[in-house]
């Protein structure tokens, strides 16, 4: 925050990193931040809140997103995201029950070329098929 | 740095780099990496060493080099070989590069006289697989950065913007604005400071044009964006990119460290009185924030939300101050405008859509991936000699350009030029560049429902006709891909796309009805049997008891 002279213009490269340091975003640290940047914290929950990229829960072990853009779309992501869905026992956007998976679907990871594309702990899989997805899963141990 | 020594820099460079016997180049934009290209760099700089060939031969990154479904793509300077589906055992025989070697690597060779190759012209990307996009000196080889240095030396403000003007270029963000008139909107204005904003937010499913470039050749944008700020009056650039370009995002900070410390950005540049900082702002996973005023707002550290225009940023952007905003591509036209002069650029396109155009191909495809065409090219071009036509011998049913707020293009328009004005002419719009292909199994209802949810989601929720028309439109596409739905919602549907169209407060409500309305113009069809006879054409939705997805 001091390389931002605490200006409330910084709030979101804040955010960044708190949940890059932290993982997720919880109230403590969110209220801590309004304190120090000199905000209310009515407008940092509402930024945090807003932006698709906070989390203000834990994130699992491991993170698989499917990209459900355009492209991956007709290439058959639905698909994929269901089975991950299935074997995780969570929709999309939760953290499976035992904790070691989080589910998301982006927008568009901007990988058209090899759709459907998963981005699987911070990896692109490109033309990815169900079964290589249970195989991923089968690999880290998910039942 | 100074201009002298700049010129220096780039002929010790040009001479070191002509004293080697090969340059291998490895394509290490975001699709090869995910093909492997990382290992086959390291195979290739181990194999260097392995030959004792260091200090001769020399392995180097490079930014897209355009073919990605035939990653990973290695090119060789010796005898500009190409090579595609490279396996890092295949690495020993590239370094060698001896008769015997070659004949080997036939099957994996791709020709370079293919269409795909030969009925591109590049500008933007014309440094895209050919420099290292971590390496400074390889773009001042390249002659980067003489543009900036001609604007500060030769040029007042006026004469650039005379320039740019004369070029025709206009925003390659998708509304087409032209550049020049923005960027004197801009210089007009007496309030300072003002600023220069990159919008790279590039939100739209099926685009990668903007990573592309900022992943391929970063210094390209930040010379133009310079370039901007001494045209109109700015100190001070932000560059808002999306946050899950981690790729682009890591160059881009590298390219700035490296130019300031070279004196190419910053104080004083290239020893002259010109001041221009660059700072990257992060985006977080919000599509309306590639609206100018919302991306303003976020820029701010404030929720992405779009406000009523006017005033425009020129005259009341960032902190309410003068502000230009251009989109990637634009700002990457503009090194070249200003070295080959604004005939040059100009000469190339049609008479009111200029230079040329950088596309993403995706979808029913077979040669996906980047591609950078004169304006006005048409579609078959495109489509079937470029991108190879459609695989599997199926039909070429549509194609889908400007995302979400985008329409779709059927087969019968197929011979039409590609510019500004005819896709708008035709209910589509030029859009950022993304071009998805469809074939006879996708269904044009399930598309349309797909855009509108991705509207519905990204709506910000500031004015009503957005955030709830979405819902209602969704709603109403939901029950006719399920076979749920009547004539009179047919009727509702195109009512409410007339609302949103032109009571929403921005651009993303207001283009959020265009995939309905053109797929309902070229397949009306399509949803009157999901309606009547509750049956998909298309054999895709859930109407068939497939779920989408099924291929």
């Known amino acids: ?82 089975t991950v869905e299935k074997r995780c026992h969570c929709k999309s956007g939760a953290t499976s029950p035992d904790g070691k998976v989080s589910v998301s679907a982006a927008r568009c990871i901007g990988s058209c070329g090899l759709a459907p594309a998963v981005i699987f702990d911070g990896n692109i899989m490109a033309r990815v098929k169900p079964e290589d997805l249970s195989a991923e899963l089968d690999r880290i141990g998910v039942q | 740095m100074t201009v002298e020594e700049l010129e220096q820099r780039q002929t010790d460079e040009l001479d070191r780099q002509r004293g080697l016997e090969n340059r291998i180049y490895c394509c290490t934009a975001a699709g090869c990496i995910s093909s492997g290209a990382d290992r086959i760099r390291q195979a290739l700089t181990d194999e260097v060493k ?11 990154g490079t930014g897209c080099m355009g073919l990605c479904s035939r990653g990973p793509l290695v090119r060789t300077s010796k005898d500009n070989a190409l090579y595609g589906n490279l396996e890092p055992s295949q690495a020993a025989a590239v370094v060698r590069g001896a008769a015997e070697d070659k004949e080997k690597l036939a099957p994996s060779r791709l020709d370079t006289s293919a269409p795909f190759f030969s009925k591109q012209k590049k500008v933007v990307l014309a440094n895209s697989g050919v420099v290292d996009p971590e390496k400074l000196a390889d773009y001042i080889a390249a002659g980067g950065y003489q543009a900036l240095a001609k604007v500060i030396t030769e040029m007042s403000s006026q004469e650039v913007i005379e320039e740019v003007k004369a070029s025709g270029l206009r925003g390659r963000g998708g509304a087409g604005y032209p550049t020049g008139l923005k960027w004197e909107l801009v210089a007009r204005q007496p309030a300072t400071p003002k600023y220069v904003v990159c919008n790279a937010d590039e939100g739209d499913p099926g685009a990668f044009m903007d990573r592309s470039v900022l992943e391929g050749d970063p210094h390209r944008v930040l010379e133009g964006m310079a370039i901007a700020g001494y045209a109109v009056g700015a100190q001070q650039g932000y560059i808002y990119v999306r946050g899950e370009y981690g790729l682009a995002i890591q160059r881009l900070q590298t390219a700035i460290k490296q130019a300031e410390r070279d004196k190419l950005l910053g104080n004083r540049v290239l020893e002259s009185g010109f001041h221009f900082r660059v700072d990257l702002r992060i985006g977080a996973g919000a599509f309306v924030c590639g609206e100018e005023t919302a991306l303003i707002a976020s820029i701010e550290g404030r929720r992405g939300q779009p406000r009523q225009r006017p005033p425009y940023p020129p005259e009341a952007g960032l902190w309410d101050k003068p502000t230009l905003i251009n989109n990637v591509e634009t700002y990457a036209n503009i090194p070249a405008i200003l070295n080959n002069g604004s005939e040059s650029f100009s000469s190339v396109g049609t008479a009111t859509s200029k230079g040329t155009k950088v596309f993403a191909l995706a979808g029913k495809i077979n040669n996906t ?41 059927p087969a019968e328009f197929l011979d039409l030029p590609v510019d500004y004005e005819s896709l708008s002419k035709i209910g589509s719009i030029m859009g950022s560049g993304g071009l998805i292909v469809m074939d006879n199994t996708s269904c044009m209802v399930d598309v349309a429902r797909f855009f509108m949810e991705f509207c519905m989601d990204e709506s910000c929720g500031k004015c009503i006709p957005c955030r709830a028309g979405t819902v209602q439109m969704h709603d109403i596409l939901n029950r006719i891909t399920s076979g749920d739905a009547t004539e009179h919602d047919m009727k509702l549907l195109e009512e409410l796309a007339k609302l949103l169209r032109e009571a929403s407060l921005c651009g993303l409500g207001q283009t959020a009805p265009n995939p309905v309305m053109s797929t309902l113009r070229y397949f009306r069809e399509e949803y009157e049997a999901h309606v009547r006879d509750h049956k998909c054409p298309a054999g895709h939705c859930s109407l068939n008891g497939k779920q989408g997805g099924a291929k």
């Open chain 1, 1 to 82: 925050m001091s390389r931002h002279q605490y200006s409330g213009d910084a709030l979101i490269e804040v955010l960044h990193t708190a949940q890059e340091l932290y993982g997720f975003l919880t109230p403590d640290l969110l209220k801590t931040i309004a304190r120090k940047l000199r905000l209310p914290p009515s407008r940092v929950l509402g930024v945090t809140t807003f932006y698709h990229f906070f989390s203000l829960a834990p994130k699992g072990e491991h993170s698989i997103t499917v990209c459900t853009g355009t492209a991956c779309y007709v290439a058959g992501a639905l698909g994929l995201l269901q």
């Open chain 2, 50 to 60: 392995a030959q004792g060939l260091e200090g001769k031969v020399e392995v180097c």
């Open chain 2, 369 to 409: 991936g980047l591609i950078e065409v004169p304006m006005g090219t048409t579609l078959r071009t495109i489509l079937f000699d470029i991108g190879g036509g459609v695989p599997g011998g199926k039909e070429f049913k549509a194609a889908q350009t400007g995302g979400p707020s985008g329409g779709c293009i």
